[in-house]
């Protein structure tokens, strides 16, 4: 899996390395029991702090994307990620309130909205 990080980008450098984690588990370019590089290892080879690497991987462990072995290491959940609850449904709907909130505001019609979501997902269904 190739990891692209835009160091010019608001967004944190471990929230975009945690993204494509998940996205790359989502293309199935990552699969269930598939180790991923080790704190130290993954800071070397894209170049950031190991710090970062860290609070990547402890977030995608916290929400079940992967596993952290003391023998293994890093590997992506062998069980697969957990499938959405009640808990998460309300998290996703949180989180999409602001961007509906914004994309009102600037004149993004709720047709070209859920387009994008639907171009979205077919996105990761033609990676499977």
């Known amino acids: 899996m190739y990891i692209n990080l835009d160091f010019e980008s608001k967004e944190p450098i ?4 945690k993204h494509q984690v998940i996205a790359g588990i989502a293309k199935r370019e990552l ?3 598939e180790g991923l590089p080790s704190v130290r290892s993954m800071a070397a080879d894209i170049g950031i702090n190991l710090h970062t690497v860290n609070k990547a991987y402890q977030q995608l462990k916290q929400e ?3 596993l952290i072995h003391r023998q293994k290491g890093v590997v992506v959940n062998p069980e697969g990620v957990p499938q959405a609850d009640k808990s998460y449904r ?7 309130h602001p961007l509906i909130a914004e994309s009102v505001c600037r004149g993004v019609s ?3 909205f859920v387009g994008l979501c639907s171009q979205l997902f077919q996105e990761f269904k033609e990676e499977k």
């Not at 471990?14 to 390395?17: A, E």
């Open 14 to 17: 471990y929230t975009q390395l």
């Open 31 to 33: 699969k269930p029991g």
């Open 64 to 66: 079940g994307f992967i």
């Open 90 to 96: 309300l998290q996703l709907k949180n989180t999409l």
């Open 110 to 112: 709720e047709e070209e």
